[in-house]
């Protein structure tokens, strides 16, 4: 079975610190990764996916991540964050099945 | 456009006791149903999916129960609950095709006394 390791279950940053936050899985074919976040009180949204093409997407409020299949990794990352930015992040997985396997999610502090 | 539903947002029940929480989805036929349980810490465990009505698949053996009696309609049950059965339950939807991406309703928090 195909799991996938958050290894920062806490992180605090300071505002405009950089981000980045690691996503490891064990799937060794072909895969879709997403990472969804949660803001405090709100759903789980998507934040950004990747499927093929290039390996470095780009999804909504100043995300990315990269795809290393060599590494099976997909960290996020973000240049500059932001007080807003303070939620649940999770990376997730899927290989062209109908579920997605959860890491176990990486709380984000951002001091203002 | 599509949403998702979830009742009720919060619930408080007594061991022993049955349950039964309800997701619906509107904007879309046929779609591929989720529930979900989220604890902290331990990320998104999924407990049971459905590919259509009637059809369900359970992912980890417990004290729930799903069911799908309509389309766009998907229940979670118990008949008696446990103290571990306490989180909070998110239920998920997916467009037949489209590949692996999810959409979650608002979740409903568990806790039983």
Known sequence: AQSVSQHNHHVILSEAASLELGCNYSYGGTVNLFWYVQYPGQHLQLLLKYFSGDPLVKGIKGFEAEFIKSKFSFNLRKPSVQWSDTAEYFCAVNNAGNMLTFGGGTRLMVKP | ?113
């Open chain 2, 1 to 113: 456009s599509q949403t998702i539903h979830q009742w009720p947002a919060t619930l408080v029940q007594p061991v022993g006791s049955p349950l039964s929480l309800e997701c619906t989805v509107e904007g879309t036929s046929n779609p591929n149903l989720y529930w979900y349980r989220q604890a902290a810490g331990r990320g998104l465990q999924l407990l049971f999916y459905s590919v259509g009505i009637g059809q369900i698949s359970s992912e980890v053996p417990q004290n729930l129960s799903a069911s799908r009696p309509q389309d766009r309609q998907f229940i979670l049950s118990s008949k008696k609950l446990l103290l571990s059965d306490s989180g909070f339950y998110l239920c998920a939807w997916k467009e037949v095709g489209l590949l692996g991406e999810q959409y979650f309703g608002p979740g409903t928090r568990l806790t039983v006394t």
